[in-house]
């Protein structure tokens, strides 16, 4: 990603960031993007004010993030998730702080670039399938929606319960299960650890 943001490194703490928190906080796109560059909805998107660095912003534990629109909050009382430290060179808590202490604005949107556009659904795609496609891997099966449903299926392999992935996710049913992808090397084993148990 320093690759795509060599010019204006500070578009590339925005996008690490929402990358991370995205997918660690099993984030729905509408939750962290703008529906276009330039329009912004107080009582929906995420701005500073909904985030808190506990205990604070320069030794943080965690990071609490106020969802405030959500498909599972349509009363908009606004839902808190806690993002912990990872201990790895991919952890939200670290992203976020970077681009607290690097930030040049404290109004509208949270995920905002340095020429003041908005990060949006479609931006979002068209960078993360430029990154992955300088790493060698086809783009054209990812979208937005993929951090999100790569969480629920890492959670799941990492042996994390059905009950906690629920929650994770904020879903009000177990429709979750579908989000969840079995890789090749899992399912081919299938039928031989079904052999070894008759």
């Not at 701005?47 to 808190?52: C, L, N, V």
Request: net charge positive; aromatic share 12%; with cysteine.
């Amino acid at each position: 990603m320093e690759l795509i943001f060599q010019k204006q490194p500070y578009d590339r703490l925005v996008m690490q960031a929402a990358f991370l928190v995205a997918f660690f906080g099993f984030l729905r796109v509408g939750e962290f993007t703008c529906d276009s560059w330039k329009q912004f909805k107080q009582d929906l998107h995420l701005q500073w004010q909904d985030i808190t660095f506990v205990p604070n912003v320069y030794q943080p534990n965690y990071v609490q993030i106020l969802i405030k629109g959500s498909k599972t909050d349509p009363g908009r009382k606004g839902v808190p998730i806690v993002l912990g430290q990872t201990y790895t060179a991919l952890c939200p808590v670290k992203a976020m702080r970077e681009l607290f202490l690097s930030r040049w604005h404290k109004q509208g949107p949270l995920f905002r670039f340095r020429s003041g556009a908005f990060l949006t659904r479609v931006k979002l795609t068209k960078i993360m399938r430029e990154a992955l496609n300088m790493l060698g891997i086809n783009a054209s099966q990812y979208v937005s929606h993929s951090f999100r449903k790569g969480a629920a299926t890492t959670a799941a392999e990492k042996g994390l319960p059905s009950w906690l992935i629920q929650i994770l996710g904020r879903w009000s049913s177990e429709c979750y299960k579908l989000y969840i992808s079995l890789a090749t090397d899992r399912l081919k084993n299938v039928a031989a650890t079904m052999s070894n148990t008759m």
